[in-house]
Structures are given as structure tokens and as C-alpha cells.
């Protein structure tokens, strides 16, 4: 058996440090982990007999969060780009569609193929992978970043958008998500992997519009 220790970035939460275990769930010769989000990071052993370090790595780099240092096993994820605007776009969850999708578009995802969200704010597909593009009308909920959105939502769990936000920041002296989100919500929720558009934890985010509405002041 092997114990190694991996410097993790981009958690932020026990939903990001949830998404991480997911995927080292899915390796065979795990025997033992813990990835805490507080300390950015992670201790895994595992049977070399079975797995090696890089192939742990690789699968961890496949999701948001990846290994600090290994930026060349995070290009070994070959992201193909969106058919619409040639743009590369990032992996999510297939578990997010559920929540995104119109009932009438639920059949077009497949369980065993790997799905994409294109990022380019100007392009109008939403989802896509080599055989198949998603409009962004045929969403249930619009995706903030996206030119034309009506209602800009920062923290979907919740359902807490950028007005709601600076409401809570300028007219109530408010600061944090956890702060901003119980402000709204009796009983706060964190599910990103199951309702943020991008499968990805929306506290980067939420704290830069929070900072904005600060820097308004």
C-alpha cells in the first residue's frame, strides 16, 4: 500500500471536497481517503498493484479542482470544442441536467458519455459533446454568464441572483455567502455538483460579486 498526499485547488466548500471523492470513487485499488477543502487538499492510499499515483491524478484533473503541479496531466483531458463557436469549453456533471434541462431535452443526454458547457457568454449553445448541441432556450434556467440573461443568478442552490446580492451587501451590511445566503434562506442548501449550470461551486464567483458591490460603496 501507498499513502500520498495531493495539494488540491479550487475548493471551497464540502460540495467541491464531495465532487473530488466522486471521482476517486470510481478507481479501483482505493483503499482509503480524505479530502478536506478547508486544508485544499487530500490523503489517499491505494494498492500500486492496482493504480498508480498518475493515473489518481489524471482522474482527479478531469473535474474542476485539480492537482497543484500536474498541470500537464490536467491537458491530457481532451476538452473538444463547442460546434457552435469553436470555443473550448469545460466538463460537467451529467447529474446537473436534471436540473437544467427542459423535460422534452432530457432523453438527448446519455448516462455514459461525457458532457460540456460552453463558456463563450456570445454563443447560444449551452451543452454540448462530439454528437450533440444544447441550445440555451431549451434550458429550464438561464445560465448567468450568458449575454441575454434576464435574471442573472449567482448561487443557484439557493436561487440568489447579483440584485438580491447587492441588496444584502449595500442596504444590509452583508459580506459573506454564508451570511447572504441565510439572510435569504432559513435553510441553506449546497448542491452545485446537482444545480450550478457548471456542475462547479459558485463561491469564486459569488465572493467577486460580492466584492463589486463593496468596492460600489
Known sequence: MKTIKLEIKGMT??????AVNKLVEQLDGIQN?????????????FDENLISEEEIIAKINEGHYKVVGQEDLVNQVDLP????CGKKGALVPNTIFRAMLKPEFSDLIKAESKHFICLNP????AYYNENLSIDKTNLKREIWFKKGTKRKIICYCNNIDREQ????VQNHGLETWEEITSHYRKKVIEKCDLLNPTGFCCRSTF?????????EN
Open 33 to 45: 481517503k480524505e479530502v478536506n477543502h478547508v486544508t485544499d487538499d487530500a490523503k489517499i492510499e
Open 207 to 215: 465572493d467577486k460579486v460580492v466584492n463589486k458591490f463593496k468596492n
Open 122 to 125: 456570445d454563443c447560444n449553445t
Open 165 to 168: 446580492i447587492k441588496d444584502a
Open 81 to 84: 470544442h463547442c460546434p457552435s
Open 13 to 18: 466548500c464540502p460540495t467541491c471536497s464531495a
